[in-house]
């Protein structure tokens, strides 16, 4: 079964760091391009970047260019989402999602359960 | 970057009835990369039109989309109660990849 895992959910503090994940199965994970997906609470859906992990390579939406760093691991297929620093405004649900077709960017045919994240002092 | 402005905001029907929702962009969206998806609350979203026009994998065929450039249809030809959500549209033609803001369909 083709699926995306994601990380459990996270309560910081501001100014803290975290990291979350999204391990991929069922396929080959290093051949789609996987996107992370910022809902904040009771709000739309925005792209916050797409990550190809067959070589690691990285692109972010303007919003979030050296906000975030979105990396992956092709060894044990999982991508991940890392803040340095982060704010009560990052209070919100994160999703992974992969790419429809292998090799090429595109719609997001596969989601990962979402994993929460809540930024409070 | 491309916005995509959705219409109506929220879209009040019963089921059986016959649902249209709109995807306006601010230009030309490369390709018709243009993808249609559903979410309910508490869940992921799903994925039901890409290309446009083209249905996912297990996407019933009352869901359907057209449109070409600027202006974009989902259909629902006769609504189920399981299709009351909230409808996001998508282009993945040109970056930064964008969303629409959403239709909510909800019951009348």
């Known amino acids: 079964e083709v699926q995306l895992v994601q990380s459990g959910a996270e309560v910081k503090k501001p100014g803290e760091s975290l990291k979350i994940s999204c391990k991929g199965s069922?396929?080959?994970?290093?051949?789609?391009?996987i996107a992370w997906v910022r809902q904040m609470p009771g709000k739309g859906l925005e792209l916050m970047g797409t990550?190809?992990?067959?070589?690691?390579?990285?692109i972010y939406s303007p919003s979030f260019q050296g906000q975030v760093t979105i990396s992956a691991d092709k060894s044990i297929s999982t991508a991940y989402l890392q803040w340095s620093s982060l704010k009560a405004s990052d209070t919100a649900m994160y999703y992974c999602a992969r790419c429809r077709r292998p090799y090429y960017k595109g719609a997001f045919d596969m989601w990962g359960q979402g994993t929460l994240v809540t930024v409070s002092a | 970057e491309i916005v995509l402005t959705q219409s109506p905001g929220t879209l009040s029907l019963s089921p059986g009835e016959r649902a249209t929702l709109s995807c306006t962009a601010s230009?030309?969206?490369?390709?018709?990369?243009l993808a249609w998806y559903q979410q309910k609350p508490g869940q992921a979203p799903r994925l039901l039109i890409y290309g446009a026009s083209s249905r996912a994998t297990g996407i019933p065929d009352r869901f359907g989309g057209s449109g070409s450039g600027t202006d974009f249809t989902l259909t629902i030809s006769r609504l189920e109660p399981e299709d009351f959500a909230v409808y996001y549209c998508?282009?993945?033609?040109?970056?930064?990849?964008?969303f629409g803001q959403g239709t909510k369909v909800e019951i009348k």
């Open positions: 230009q030309s969206v490369f390709s018709n990369y």
């Open positions: 990550v190809y992990p067959g070589d690691s390579d990285a």
């Open positions: 998508q282009q993945y033609g040109s970056s930064p990849w964008t």
């Open positions: 069922g396929y080959t994970f290093s051949n789609y391009w």
